[in-house]
């Protein structure tokens, strides 16, 4: 889906990406980001909330927590990490981007409480629970500090992912807000829901979820109620482009993610600021049966368009150029991505060792492929970072070894 915007805007991130494959310099199987074209991403996205007063959070899972990824946004201007989970947190924090947001969308399991209070010390801290938001109270005060609480709120007609489910009830505020400032090393700070906003296909426009409104309700509630300096953080879909809107609402907190990379789904409709920084490379296996296999293990589509037509850049050198698309097949979701299937047709089908070119947008963390950065791209000096697996360690990488 973010091919065709990968082949005008970036075409020598793909090319760099190809040879640097074809001289075994990164490996099948492996998202890999343009480091560069992620710091600019950054800038421009700090830039726009700056401008209008929103606190950004950068979310990695995405690309793998991958270390040069945080070090770049880093150097973009944003600071602080919004972490999905502690697996999260601990690599933002490893590569120098420290938490500003923990617990939202995963909660704190129980006995990680008191790692993540003492050694991370969030800026916020996302609680669906009273049970929840003493775990983070208790984890504060033995560290002798006062944690920030976000309350994660909810209402009949707010929109979740299945599994997404949970929160307190958004008409109750008041009083949460009241029992989570009565927790000994706690302070209520804010509310938090996701998504905020989504993605509308036949609009072709992000759009605000019922969610929003109910951030809004509940911030007039405490507002009434005397309590000033509310936090609204307002998550989903997150690009540059929606910045302005998310303040207009209230929002005081935003997470880009995607964005970051140029492959929200707003990005694949139109054009936007932010340049696509990542792809999916592979490499062709074998024949069979009138069709070229490449290697799986990232074949990830994140199912916010309906079934397409995937393709796919092929070919044995660096080229950006259409006619070296083919159309490609992915094997359905209950399978294992052991392999995708190209077409073969024409004077020169695809070779085993061919390079393969995905437009993916993904989700690194849920799959076994690695992640490798890139710098130097746009001064035509390309060279690899590091190879990191979906948790931000370092890999060692067999094709590195040089007998």
């Known amino acids: 889906m973010f091919l065709d915007v990968l082949i005008r805007r970036n075409p020598a991130f793909i090319e760099a990406a190809m040879e640097l494959h074809q001289a075994g310099r990164i490996p099948a199987n492996a998202y890999v980001l343009d480091l560069d074209a992620v710091e600019r991403n950054a800038r421009l996205f700090q830039h726009e909330a700056q401008r209008h007063g929103l606190k950004t959070f950068a979310m990695t899972k995405q690309v793998g927590r991958h270390s040069g990824f945080c070090q770049a946004v880093m150097r973009g201007g944003i600071d602080r ?6 697996a999260c947190a601990l690599a933002c924090d490893r590569a120098g981007l420290k938490t500003g947001h923990l617990g939202h969308l995963v909660q704190i399991p129980r006995h990680e409480a008191a790692y993540a ?37 909810q209402t009949e007609g707010d929109t979740f992912y299945r599994g997404h489910e949970g929160g307190f009830a958004a008409e109750d505020i008041v009083a949460i807000a009241e029992r989570l400032d009565d927790m000994e090393g706690a302070r209520f700070a804010g509310i938090t829901t996701f998504p905020a906003l989504l993605f509308d296909l036949e609009a072709r426009k992000v759009k605000q979820t019922p969610n929003l409104a109910t951030l809004g309700r509940a911030a007039d509630a405490l507002a009434k109620a005397g309590r000033t300096g509310i936090e609204i953080n307002a998550p989903g879909t997150t690009s540059s482009a929606v910045v302005a809107a998310l303040a207009a609402s209230g929002a005081t907190q935003c997470e880009p993610g995607n964005g970051l990379h140029g492959t929200t789904p707003l990005h694949a409709v139109e054009d936007l600021p932010e340049d696509p920084a990542v792809l999916y490379l592979s490499e062709v296996s074998h024949h069979h049966g009138g069709k070229s296999y490449c290697f799986g293990g990232g074949l990830y589509i994140d199912p916010v368009f309906p079934d397409y037509q995937v393709r796919a850049i092929v070919g044995p050198e660096p080229t950006s150029d259409r006619s070296a698309l083919r159309d490609v097949e992915i094997p359905d979701y209950s399978a294992i991505d052991y392999y995708a299937m190209i077409d073969a047709t024409g004077p020169r089908p695809p070779e085993p060792g061919d390079t ?48």
Do not use: C, H
Request: no cysteine; glycine share 10%; net charge neutral.
């Open 356 to 403: 393969v070119i995905f437009g993916f947008r993904g989700q690194a963390f849920v799959t076994r492929a690695l992640v490798v950065g890139l710098s130097g791209v746009a001064s035509g000096n390309p060279a690899v970072t590091t190879i990191e697996n979906g948790f931000g360690d370092q890999v060692s990488w067999p094709g590195a070894f040089r007998p």
């Open 117 to 153: 209070g003492t050694k991370l010390q969030p800026d916020y801290w996302t609680v669906f629970s009273d049970t929840k938001a003493e775990e983070a109270a208790s984890a504060a005060r033995s560290a002798g500090r006062e944690q920030n609480l976000l309350a994660r709120i």
């Open 81 to 86: 990490a919004v972490a999905v989970d502690m």
